[in-house]
């Protein structure tokens, strides 16, 4: 069901680009500009009038401790997964890792609330279906604005759908248990990054390109695990 | 996933405001490496012990940097890159201007990054390069409890005057490379001028944001 919803807003994204067309600078890794820039609007807009505040007044009521011990929580709980796209991509070390990391803190850690695994040398790791697909040779695609997740590109849609659909809050019953998980893990997140976004705002000119380059910077790093053939720039 | 850039590029930020100290007549001949990692413990430790800049000084923090941090970087150099090859067609009097102007810009974010994130773990990595290098990344990792570590390479060229940054990559995010596409929308749509008048645009309200915060 979460995938399905997903490739549903992955094919309306394509079928208003090809009405759209681009924004005013044709920039050949972004030919949907128009049609995202209007997403892009609406997760403004959303961000400033619901999840800005939420987040800020969640920060205040709840002490900083607290709130990496649940951060920590939902961490954890993405550590098997992140394994299994290690493990996708030949890096089988990695993945055992990540499998340590979620047995050590989801017993040692009293489910994950304490990082101990970081402590003892294993390390957290950034994976997920995207970053596997660009591994196997997958180009990113067209950037995609996607509604509520914000930056993306077709293949890392495409991932996240698989993300979703693989996580495993979705299995939480009962179903109110299980979207206010997600509204936490959410809330906590957003909160995290009050300050980073809006340093954010204070540095870029046109927050949309900035952002945009930004993340397609981010995510060629992340496939090559930080270790992607440096572009020149002249 | 945007969000995490949004960090990286923040964490990109704090890295370039923790990458420089003065020290006379002793950046001349230390390298590279020893270099950040001397900077980054010594600026991290002036905020830690500074009452003023612990209870919110913008102003005494933007000191901070530039007797600290800025003699180590190359902001012609930046600002050239950011440009591409609109830097060719400026004149000196643009590239002049254009270097302050950009220059004001990132201290200012510079600031507010650093006092955002003074408080993380360091990790300096050895240098991998050859003494006769003139072109050198410095690897440093920024850890933070329950996530990936962010790694920050400085890249460095070796000048008459000592190592000089000229760009900052961090979590694989070049600072240098974001503001090209910026820059170059703006040169296409209004000319080197009007960059200008967009960087001075974007300063005096940053500044004008910071008097509000402080009444």
Not at chain 1, 40 to 57: C, I
Not at chain 1, 161 to 183: A, E
Request: net charge neutral; with cysteine; proline share 4%.
């Amino acid at each position: 069901m979460r995938g399905r919803a997903l490739f549903i807003i992955l094919l309306v994204a394509n079928a208003g680009c090809a009405t759209t067309g681009g924004g005013n600078y044709d920039d050949p890794r972004d030919p949907f500009e128009g049609f995202n820039r209007g997403v892009y609007r609406f997760n403004e807009e959303f961000d400033e009038w619901l999840a800005k505040p939420v987040a800020r007044t969640y920060q205040k009521v709840l002490h900083q401790e607290i709130r990496t011990r649940i951060g920590n929580f939902f961490s954890n709980l993405a550590d098997p997964l992140i394994g299994v796209n290690n493990f996708l991509q030949g890096k089988f070390e990695d993945g055992v890792n990540d499998w340590a990391r979620f047995a050590f803190n989801s017993t040692f850690g009293l489910l994950g609330i304490h990082d101990v695994a970081s402590e003892w040398g294993f390390e957290k790791h950034n994976e997920d279906f995207g970053q596997t697909f660009g591994r196997w040779g997958a180009g990113p695609g067209p950037y995609l604005i996607l509604p509520l997740l914000g930056s993306s590109t077709l293949r890392d849609g495409l991932g996240t759908g698989l993300d979703i659909y693989l996580d495993p809050m979705g299995d939480v019953r009962p179903i109110n248990l299980r979207n206010s998980l997600i509204v936490l893990r959410a809330t906590n997140l957003r909160a995290d990054l009050l300050e980073a976004s809006r340093i954010l705002e204070e540095a870029a000119l046109d927050k949309y390109v900035f952002q945009r380059d930004a993340y397609l910077q981010r995510r060629r790093s992340l496939i090559y695990d930080g270790r992607a053939p440096r572009e020149k720039i002249e | 996933m945007m969000k995490s850039t949004v960090k990286a590029f923040v964490f990109a930020l704090a890295a370039l405001a923790l990458a420089g100290a003065r020290v006379d007549g002793f950046a001349q001949d230390v390298a590279p490496d020893a270099l950040v990692k001397t900077v980054t413990l010594e600026v991290v430790e002036l905020i830690a012990k500074d009452k003023e800049i612990r209870s919110g000084s913008r102003a005494k923090l933007v000191q901070v940097i530039e007797a600290k941090v800025l003699p180590h970087f190359n902001f012609n150099a930046m600002t050239a890159l950011a440009m591409g090859q609109g830097w060719n067609k400026a004149t000196p009097e643009q590239k002049k201007r254009l270097t302050e102007e950009f220059k004001t810009l990132l201290v200012r974010t510079y600031a507010s990054a650093l006092a955002a994130y003074s408080e993380q773990k360091f990790d300096f990595r050895p240098l991998r390069a050859k003494p006769a290098d003139t072109d050198v990344t410095v690897n440093v990792r920024v850890l933070q409890p329950g996530a990936q570590p962010v790694t920050i390479d400085y890249s460095m060229e070796k000048t008459a005057s000592g190592w000089k940054v000229y760009d900052v990559m961090v979590a694989g995010v070049s600072l240098v490379a974001n503001y090209r596409t910026e820059f170059a929308n703006t040169v296409r749509a209004s000319g080197i001028d009007g960059l200008i008048g967009e960087l001075q645009k974007k300063n005096r309200s940053l500044e004008r944001a910071d008097k509000q915060e402080q009444k």
